[in-house]
């Protein structure tokens, strides 16, 4: 697919123009009415990230995901139902080598330890205090940081762009006539401007690492009246690009679900994915269980070593033989069985407890060996194996 740019329209007549995005001209003629369109820069694509995830491995990268879930369903790859997989194109800007810099100042706080004074008590005993004192110098430094900011052109999806993108200081961009989009990829609006991307979040996003480089400069030394003023931003160069993200809806058990992935497959967001909540009850119980076990065992340790303790203070006063008999007799009637039946009602809980964290790999392989897709929008990938 090749790119279109968003609500480009004819000055003279109104016609949408069908603008190639990855062009350098700034003019275009109107199809329609002839008449000389001069288009803005902003209004370009210089380039961008495309989607590089074939169905199969959406597929595979989706099968991850669901199983990051803290109790996955068992039959979640059975029941699941994929409705719709969008690759969408949100618009962005590429601030390059974009230059933050704040001025800095605080204080700084020397400590000296003083002579300090001794004394006596009223017993004769000798005390000495020491005093210190603070001397607080007035500091200042300029705090740059010079990098290269992805920041979403569309509203709707800055928070998902941020979470992808925005820890990224050296994006690799493609050029625009090397980015591969396919033919049913979804365009976003282009509904914020350099301008106000700038108020906005890269203002913010600028502001948060000249901060975190301020705090890391005097993380190791005593400091107040810490202040950031005058931060400014320096754009250099800024590109307006398109960056590919794929958006998975999918169905289980009538409730609908979303699922975002970057165009690399590297990072994915959701909100909620399905989880079996009665596994969740079964591991809680049997925790319980096998902590009350523990309990108990802990309890019958601490009254055979009691035992044991007032045996040998009577032996000290006693018949040797008699009580060391005794004390045989007790342990084996009264402790060992004890303990060995809660040692192995201990191992039956954990066996348990695993059973469930294991179940749910046991169903993953059945379904990865079985090289059967989920049903709905990518159920076309069925005996490939990338996608499992």
């Known amino acids: 697919m090749q790119i279109k740019t968003a609500h480009i329209k ?26 000389e369109n001069i288009i803005l820069n902003d209004d370009i694509t210089s380039g961008g990230l495309s989607h590089i995830l074939s169905d199969a491995k959406v597929h595979r990268k989706l099968i991850e995901i669901l199983s990051t879930a803290e109790y996955p369903p068992y039959d979640i790859f059975e029941n699941i139902n994929i409705k719709k997989v969008n690759r969408l194109i949100i618009p962005a800007y590429w601030f390059i080598a974009c230059n933050g810099m704040a001025n800095h100042t605080y204080d700084n706080g020397l400590t000296k330890e003083g002579k300090g004074f001794t004394f006596y008590d009223e017993d004769g005993d000798k005390h000495t205090i020491k005093r210190s004192t603070t001397d607080w110098t007035p500091c200042s430094a300029i705090i740059n940081d010079i990098r290269d900011y992805l920041i979403s052109a569309n509203k709707e999806y800055n928070d998902i762009f941020i979470k992808f993108y925005g820890d990224i200081s050296s994006p690799q961009i493609e050029e625009a006539k090397s980015l591969k989009f396919s033919d049913d990829a979804i365009e976003t609006i282009s509904d914020w401007t350099e301008e106000d991307v700038t108020k906005r979040t890269l203002k913010d996003s600028v502001e948060k690492i000249i901060k975190e480089k301020a705090a890391e400069s005097v993380q190791y030394l005593n400091i107040k009246n810490e202040h950031l003023d005058n931060i400014n931003i320096q754009k250099t160069n800024t590109k307006k690009i398109s960056v590919g993200i794929y958006e ?77 008999l005794l004390a045989a007799v007790v342990m084996i009637i009264f ?54």
Do not use: W
Request: proline residues 3%.
């Open 248 to 324: 998975i809806i999918f169905e289980y058990k009538d409730k609908e679900y979303k699922v975002y992935i970057s165009h690399d497959g590297e990072k994915y967001i959701c909100e909620e994915l399905p989880s079996d909540p009665s596994l969740a009850s079964i591991v809680e119980e049997k925790t319980k269980e096998r902590d009350a076990a523990d309990s108990a065992k802990r309890k019958i340790l601490m009254t055979a070593i009691i035992i044991t303790i007032v045996l040998g203070i009577v032996l000290l006063v006693a018949v040797v033989g008699i009580f060391l």
């Open 10 to 35: 004819c000055s003279s007549c109104g016609a949408a123009i069908d603008l190639p995005e990855g062009a350098l001209q700034t003019r275009f003629k109107c199809p329609f009415c002839s008449v």
């Open 335 to 388: 402790y060992i069985p004890l303990e060995k039946n809660l040692r192995a009602k201990e191992k039956e809980l954990d066996e348990a407890i695993e059973q469930v964290s294991n179940g749910f790999t046991k169903v993953k392989e059945d379904f990865i060996n079985s090289k059967v897709a989920m049903k709905g929008a990518l159920s076309h990938v069925s005996g490939d194996s990338e996608a499992f």
